[in-house]
């Protein structure tokens, strides 16, 4: 998704939310604005001084990394766009559940530039997001795509590790369908499918109890 917002646009603005290991941080390229999003002190130094991780010290080292919760301070950055707009936070079994509300999206979609769009890496083994963010994206009337790619794994020394693989789904969105379009990103990321039934996650409302993947996860379900 980074690599076909950076092909649609001469220098994208692109804001993350979730630094991690910084692994995205080398999809950046000269002239692009970037920007962190991390609430966790620790996992910010360790993905940054190097010693256990080097990608953002060899691929970003000047990128900032905003401390504190993501969605408190882009509601304070009432000035900040992006083109790209990452949500990142999602593949641990303890999910940051106020970062998938109506209230969330809302707020994501005022940060957006005019064309802008917002991805949502939704991977996780044990939860299935991807009815939640349908129900989201039908409530704010927005256009969504689901990618999802899979890739065989390999040994430390490269070997193929036969009947493993790993997972990554991500879901596109913007405010109009020709935005997505615009990215050509083919048939191998179709509409979001909006289940019938359920209800949309707000600051008041949510339940992980029907979204938990009882069996782990199929990737082909």
Same mark, same amino acid.
């Given at each position: 998704? !980074?690599?076909?917002?950076?092909?649609?646009?001469? =220098?994208?603005?692109?804001?993350?939310?979730?630094?991690?290991?910084?692994? /995205?941080?080398?999809?950046?390229?000269? &002239?692009?604005?970037?920007?962190?999003?991390?609430?966790?002190?620790? !996992?910010?130094?360790?993905?940054? @001084?190097?010693?256990?991780?080097?990608?953002?010290?060899?691929?970003?080292? @000047?990128?900032?990394?905003?401390? &504190?919760?993501?969605?408190?301070?882009?509601?304070?950055?009432?000035?900040?766009?992006? %083109? /790209?707009?990452?949500?990142?936070?999602?593949?641990? %079994?303890?999910?940051?559940?106020?970062?998938?509300?109506?209230?969330?999206?809302?707020?994501?979609?005022?940060?957006?530039?005019? &064309?802008?769009? /917002?991805?949502?890496?939704?991977?996780?083994?044990?939860? %299935?997001?991807?009815?939640?963010?349908?129900?989201?994206?039908?409530?704010?009337?927005?256009?969504?795509?689901?990618?999802?790619?899979?890739?065989?794994?390999?040994? =430390?020394?490269?070997?193929?590790?036969?009947? =493993?693989?790993?997972?990554?789904?991500?879901?596109?969105?913007?405010?109009?369908?020709?935005?997505?379009?615009?990215?050509?990103?083919?048939?191998?990321?179709?509409?979001?499918?909006?289940?019938?039934?359920?209800?949309?996650?707000?600051?008041?409302?949510?339940?992980?109890?029907?979204?938990?993947?009882?069996?782990?996860?199929?990737?082909?379900?």
């Amino acid at each position: 998704m !980074v690599r076909r917002v950076q092909s649609a646009l001469a =220098a994208p603005t692109i804001g993350i939310i979730g630094l991690g290991t910084g692994s /995205l941080a080398c999809y950046r390229r000269v &002239g692009e604005t970037w920007r962190f999003y991390e609430i966790d002190p620790p !996992v910010a130094a360790y993905a940054a @001084d190097g010693r256990f991780f080097g990608l953002v010290p060899n691929c970003a080292p @000047d990128v900032p990394i905003v401390l &504190g919760d993501a969605r408190l301070t882009l509601a304070r950055e009432t000035e900040s766009r992006f %083109d /790209l707009l990452v949500i990142d936070a999602f593949s641990s %079994d303890a999910i940051p559940i106020h970062l998938l509300t109506r209230e969330a999206m809302v707020l994501y979609t005022q940060r957006l530039t005019p &064309g802008g769009v /917002l991805a949502i890496h939704i991977s996780n083994k044990y939860i %299935d997001l991807r009815p939640v963010v349908a129900h989201l994206v039908a409530d704010q009337c927005l256009a969504a795509r689901l990618g999802v790619k899979t890739e065989n794994a390999v040994a =430390a020394d490269g070997t193929p590790l036969p009947h =493993a693989s790993s997972a990554s789904m991500w879901v596109a969105i913007a405010v109009h369908a020709d935005t997505l379009d615009r990215l050509a990103l083919g048939e191998r990321w179709p509409a979001l499918p909006i289940p019938p039934g359920g209800q949309v996650w707000t600051d008041d409302y949510s339940n992980l109890l029907e979204i938990i993947r009882w069996g782990g996860l199929d990737i082909e379900k």
